[in-house]
């Protein structure tokens, strides 16, 4: 599908980066909710992703120098939270469940199929910059396994190697795949065991 990639080759990111006018005005906005600056560090890195596509060392300086924090802080909390790419990446970024439960169930076997269909390795990125392949340790859909996330947003539960090309196709095409609303099973409250192993 894809050449051989590498990391840090999706995009050619600017040696400088500041935010717009109206990102400085949506700041302001959110600075004026919180008694504190530091409860805005989290949706200012989002901003400074959304835009830049990560935060990495040179976009976390920004964020402190438009919030007035040090630098050390931001990069504390960039760092923390595995949702900030601290590098650039593709422009979809699939990160598979590769922890206990969904590696016991294809989970490991999914990765090696998107390693074989975008000609990467996890860690690295396709050459023409669409997709950064990941592994991520468990993203609470343990029941739906194997499964992956999509640029932190859209699950995709269940995957079969036929799933995955189809998820693919669709978002080369420009679409998401489409929301899965799956059910929890239900637990019959008046079925309870009783001490000794015995149901009655």
Same mark, same amino acid.
């Given at each position: ?5 590498? =990391? ?5 990111? %600017?040696?400088?980066?500041? #935010?717009? =006018? ?5 700041? @302001? ?13 989290? %949706? *200012? ?6 835009? #830049?596509?990560? $935060?990495?060392? &040179?976009?976390?300086? !920004? ?13 504390? $909390?960039?760092? #923390? ?9 593709? =422009?979809? *970024? ?13 989970? *490991? &076997?999914?990765?090696?199929?998107? @390693? ?14 669409? #997709?950064? /392949?990941?592994?991520?340790?468990? !993203? ?5 396994? %194997? ?8 699950? *995709?539960?269940? /995957?079969?190697?036929?799933? $995955?090309? =189809?998820?693919? &196709? ?6 998401? %795949? ?21 149901? @009655?």
């Amino acid at each position: 599908m894809a050449k051989k990639g590498s =990391k840090n080759t999706a995009t050619n990111p %600017p040696t400088s980066y500041s #935010f717009t =006018k109206e990102q400085l005005k949506e700041i @302001e906005a959110l600075k004026a909710k919180y008694p504190e600056v530091q409860a805005v560090t989290l %949706p *200012v890195l989002w901003i400074a992703q959304d835009s #830049f596509g990560h $935060v990495n060392p &040179d976009v976390q300086a !920004l964020v402190a120098k438009t919030l007035d924090l040090p630098e050390s802080h931001v990069h504390g $909390v960039a760092e #923390f939270y595995t949702q900030y790419f601290k590098e650039p990446k593709g =422009k979809h *970024v699939l990160d598979v469940c590769t922890c206990l439960s969904c590696g016991l169930s294809g989970g *490991v &076997d999914i990765v090696r199929h998107l @390693e074989k269909k975008l000609g990467i390795n996890v860690g690295e990125t396709t050459a023409d910059g669409q #997709f950064t /392949l990941q592994e991520a340790e468990c !993203l609470g859909a343990c029941g739906y396994a %194997p499964m992956m996330q999509i640029t932190n947003d859209v699950y *995709v539960n269940h /995957l079969t190697p036929e799933k $995955v090309d =189809k998820v693919l &196709d669709q978002l080369i095409s420009g679409s998401t %795949p489409d929301f899965e609303s799956i059910a929890m099973p239900l637990v019959d409250s008046t079925h309870t065991t009783k001490r000794g192993g015995s149901n @009655e």
